[in-house]
Nanobody, 113 residues
Framework: QVQLVESGGGLVQPGGSLRLSCAAS????????MGWYRQAPGKQRELVAD???????NYANSVKGRFTISRDNAKNTVYLQMNSLKAEDTANYYC???????WGQGTQVTVSS
């Protein structure tokens, strides 16, 4: 059974940082591309960043230069380092195994003073 468990969300002030983690089990993690999506209230879910099995990365324009996606295949974990956070980054963040139906339960990120 595939499980994706996100952690690391919370409340942070504008300009602050958070690191999200997503621990995967039940899959050959190193073989799969992974992604982080987010969904704010009243908005569609959108891709934030993704990383291929070989470590190539892709970012939404809105987070380029501020967010970094990475993976540790030994720990079956994908990370999202978020710096210079803005109010508009407030959303529920989800990790997914790209091109599959597998999603985590989400972790809430709130950027507010």
């Amino acid at each position: 059974q595939v499980q994706l468990v996100e952690s690391g969300g919370g409340l942070v002030q504008p300009g602050g940082s958070l690191r999200l983690s997503c621990a995967a089990s039940g899959i050959m993690f190193r073989l799969f591309a992974m992604g982080w999506y987010r969904q704010a209230p009243g908005k569609q879910r959108e891709l934030v960043a993704d990383i291929t099995s070989g470590g190539f990365t892709n970012y939404a324009n809105s987070v380029k230069g501020r967010f970094t996606i990475s993976r540790d295949n030994a720990k079956n974990t994908v990370y999202l380092q978020m710096n210079s956070l803005k109010a508009e980054d407030t959303a529920n963040y989800y990790c997914t195994v790209l091109s599959t139906r597998y999603w985590g339960q989400g972790t809430q990120v709130t950027v507010s003073s």
